[in-house]
């Protein structure tokens, strides 16, 4: 190659000039803001030196701008490419705020289409990485069309490989719809915000003041709206945990996620377990304590973790492999299902049974939670979501139930007859219709209004119900569940069980899809 040629200086110059497009300074106005540039980004989330990234110097739509100007940069504000983290391939995109608010015209939209589409043909998962002030304004229904187009893309590769967002920064407008379809939401503290519309329109529309973190920031999605599963105080932090959360995950609905090998620090036989629910039935008692100590050391990842923490949901490996965990906390309201319990439960499950997670349940649950609210809102609609889902997901199932069981939370907490595969229980389980006081105000109306002492006879009677019914023994007599299990037993008895149903293979007739209740 002639390196004195008319093209080897133009590659040398564009390189040159590429370097200068990315200046100290505009790093500096987003260390400033507590944020990491993209590049930055995406050197600590891959693989050292495995980051490859292509279509570097594509530069912005050359369509004639009516209004405003769109700066003539490489790369058009985002970075895209593959690389490996832990060792496997991983298809990225990050934005670069310092490009015109990493807004997204048409050939970034373009280039993320790109990089959707192939991480989808290789089987591997793609994250974005966001920051980004939404459609380019100058752009207008181009970049309009861009974002429609990634969202098409999301959904087409849905169930199909993993899709992470992380936002880095703002999400503002119809761009929060591209995180909102893909699987698991990361968010920064106060550094990143998502809403459909934001402090201005809110005040020029209803008049209400209310700041960008306090409208859309980290805490509020992660604890009231459910939209950000994962939120950390820093952007490091948030990458590290991405990472870690990767591990759990395998690369695409055909693969099984890695093995990662136990320690053998946990105990199949835990006399432990034996002690953590009280005596008293209605007294609390922390769910993460049982699954702490059924699952490897250390291996349990808790996703949603503020929201609707009455249900806990997360990953962890049981002997090196990954299940999904969903639990009631008793800890929380309970452990009562809910709303948002249900939903947040629903699209756990979903997302394992389409990535082959098999699945153990812990179940103390009173039943569903009564009130106006909750049934103006929809309970019915939305605790049918948890009960679709569970008996729609054909992975491995499995429920331990703890304590209570009653009613129709016995039943969509993954009952043997919605399609659990094993139902062990503890002998302090409850399984009945309803719970005690419930059933004998019902059953003995009329004795307790002429009863001398009522509160005596209801003792009694409440006594007698726990004796005869809310226990786990006809329910095992009968083959309602398949053992009552000492819970020092638990893992053990859990492992075999997903090992017995290690080749679980399900035919679900054939049809187009079945019409969850949404
Ligand atoms: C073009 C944009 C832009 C956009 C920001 N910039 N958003 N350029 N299109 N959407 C540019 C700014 O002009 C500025 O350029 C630079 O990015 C940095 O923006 P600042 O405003 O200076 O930064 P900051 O104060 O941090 O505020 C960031 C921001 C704000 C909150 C994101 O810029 C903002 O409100 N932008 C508009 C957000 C929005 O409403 N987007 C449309 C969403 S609707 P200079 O040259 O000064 O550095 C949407 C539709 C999608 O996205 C539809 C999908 C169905």
Redesign the pocket.
């Given at each position: 190659m002639d390196l004195s040629g008319k093209n080897y200086m133009a590659f040398i110059q564009r390189q040159e000039a590429l370097k200068k497009q990315y200046s100290p300074k505009q790093a500096e106005k987003q260390h400033l803001k507590g944020k990491l540039t993209a590049h930055e980004r995406i050197s600590l989330l891959f693989d050292s030196g495995t980051f490859e990234e292509i279509d570097t110097f594509v530069t912005p739509a050359s369509q004639p701008v009516e209004f405003?100007k769109v700066e003539r940069t490489y790369g058009d504000g985002v970075i895209v490419g593959h690389g490996k983290i832990n060792g496997r391939l991983v298809f990225a995109y990050a934005q670069i705020?310092t490009i015109?608010?990493g807004?997204?015209g048409l050939v970034h939209s373009k280039k993320i289409t790109k990089i959707q589409e192939m991480a989808l043909k290789m089987g591997s998962p793609i994250i974005g990485l966001m920051d980004s002030?939404?459609?380019?304004?100058?752009e207008g229904v181009a970049s309009?069309s861009g974002?429609?187009s990634i969202?098409h893309n999301i959904i087409q590769s849905s169930g199909i490989i993993p899709q992470i967002s992380v936002i880095m920064g703002?999400a503002?407008?119809?761009?929060v719809?591209s995180p909102a379809l893909t699987d698991f939401v990361f968010m920064v503290n106060h550094t990143s915000y998502m809403f459909v519309t934001?402090p201005n329109v809110v005040k020029e529309v209803l008049n209400e003041d209310v700041s960008s973190d306090e409208l859309g920031g980290a805490e509020i999605h992660a604890r009231k709206s459910g939209v950000a599963h994962m939120i950390y105080d820093d952007e490091e932090n948030t990458i590290l945990a991405l990472k870690k959360f990767l591990s759990y995950l395998p690369s695409n609905n055909v693969e099984n996620p890695p093995f990662v090998a136990d320690d053998g620090s946990v105990s199949d036989v835990s006399e432990k377990l034996r002690d953590i629910v009280p005596d008293d039935p209605n007294k609390a008692y922390d769910v993460k304590d049982v699954i702490n100590l059924v699952v490897d050391r250390n291996s349990f990842f808790e996703t949603s973790e503020l929201y609707a923490a009455n249900l806990v949901t997360g990953f962890a490996r049981l002997k090196g492999k990954t299940i999904g965990i969903v639990a009631n906390q008793p800890k929380v309201l309970a452990g009562v299902l809910d709303i948002d319990s249900s939903t947040k439960g629903a699209r756990f499950i979903r997302f394992c049974d389409a990535f082959n997670i098999p699945i153990l349940t812990f179940e103390d649950v009173p039943g569903f939670l009564p009130g106006i609210y909750q049934e103006h809102a929809g309970i019915i609609r939305h605790g049918a979501k948890l009960l679709f889902a569970y008996s729609e997901a054909t992975v491995p199932k499995i429920t331990v139930i703890l304590r209570k069981a009653y009613g129709g939370a016995f039943i969509v907490m993954n009952s043997k007859f919605l399609g659990g595969d094993f139902s062990f229980a503890w002998p302090s389980a409850e399984i009945a219709v309803m719970g005690p006081d419930g059933a004998v105000a019902i059953l003995y109306r009329k004795e307790l209004a002429e009863s001398k002492n009522p509160v005596e006879l209801k003792k009694e009677l409440v006594k007698k119900y726990r004796d005869k019914i809310a226990n786990p023994f006809i329910a095992d007599e009968s083959g309602y569940i398949d053992e009552v299990i000492d819970p020092a037993m638990t893992r053990k008895k859990v492992i075999s069980a997903f090992a017995a149903l290690n080749n679980k293979w399900v035919k679900v007739p054939a049809r187009k899809h079945g019409n969850m209740p949404l």
């Open positions: 405003g705020f015109m608010g807004s997204l002030g939404g459609a380019r304004i100058q309009l974002y429609a969202f703002p503002a407008g119809g761009a719809y934001g």
